[in-house]
């Protein structure tokens, strides 16, 4: 009895950890660009395997003329705040300009936080090893080429290939 | 907290392993943590080592991006001298704290 309660204890404590993340990015907005990038960096500083698939608006990412220039949106957005912790009003929120002005603002946020603009984020996650990818669909769809990807973009694959790059059983995909 | 014996000394071990006191570190004391994580030291490892103390003694948040903009290391040398964990093994290696940072 005395041992059985022993090895369960022991079971419990025997840690498997992750080995591999699987990360898709299908939205554009720079909140949701930089979810993916910060998890992804993340997961190659603990040194797991990591893939990022960029689909969808998330090809705003890694696409060398907008990559940089990421916005937030500042309508439908309730949980945007005004400086100093008031509600952002949604009808502001549509003024032209408006939506470039907060974005450059979080943007300079985020800087002061040391965290690095897209281009240079990506350069560090390939840096560690992780790897790039872009969808076929989504790239096809918004004709672009692999010229107008970042070069840290590694290739354009399909779902299936991308499927097959998520095997092992410690591996885990999250959409974000 | 604990105390563990490293290379001779009495030292005080977070849970994890990481020094309590970034003061009661040496060389000595590196050597032996990086072959427990199965590195070898180098000349250069020491450089980021010793950079990465100044920048605790300051008081300054570290992250791989400043490291990488040191000018001791690029991002990519980083992960070849401490392999799997660019920031986690050099800080338990340099003895400060692990760090909080999440980039």
């Excluded at chain 1, 699987?22 to 190659?44: P, R």
């Excluded at chain 1, 957005?77 to 009808?91: I, K, Q, S, V, W």
């Excluded at chain 2, 040191?70 to 990519?76: A, E, F, L, P, R």
Aim: proline share 5%; glycine share 8%.
């Amino acid at each position: 009895m005395e041992t059985k309660e022993k090895e369960v204890k022991t079971a419990k404590k025997e840690k498997k950890p992750l080995e591999k993340v699987c990360i898709i990015c299908a939205k554009g907005s720079l909140e949701d660009v930089y979810a993916t990038l910060v998890m992804a960096n993340g997961a190659v500083m603990e040194g797991i395997e990591t893939n990022v698939f960029f689909t969808f608006f998330g090809l705003e990412g890694i696409t060398k003329k907008t990559m940089n220039h990421l916005h937030t949106a500042t309508t439908g957005n309730p949980a945007m705040r005004m400086p100093g912790g008031l509600p952002f009003p949604t009808m502001l929120g549509g003024l032209p300009g408006v939506e470039t002005a907060v974005s450059s603002m979080m943007r300079k946020q985020m800087e002061a936080l040391d965290m690095p603009p897209v281009d240079e984020f990506l350069e560090m996650i390939t840096a560690g090893g992780g790897t790039i990818y872009a969808c076929k669909l989504a790239v096809d769809m918004f004709k672009l080429k692999k010229e107008d990807l970042s070069d840290e973009v590694d290739s354009i694959i399909t779902i299936g290939e991308f499927y097959e790059l998520c095997d092992g059983d410690r591996t885990q995909i999250i959409f974000t | 907290m604990s105390v563990k014996t490293i290379a001779g000394v009495e030292v005080n071990v977070s849970e994890e392993g990481y020094l309590e006191d970034m003061s009661q570190w040496n060389e000595e004391i590196a050597k032996e943590i990086a072959g427990e994580i199965g590195i070898e030291l180098t000349p250069k490892h020491f450089e980021v080592l010793n950079y990465l103390r100044e920048k605790t003694a300051a008081k300054e948040a570290l992250t791989i991006r400043k490291v990488g903009k040191s000018g001791i290391v690029d991002i990519k040398e980083l992960y070849k001298l401490f392999p799997k964990g660019p920031l986690k093994f050099s800080s338990k290696i340099a003895g400060i704290p692990k760090p909080t940072s999440c980039i």
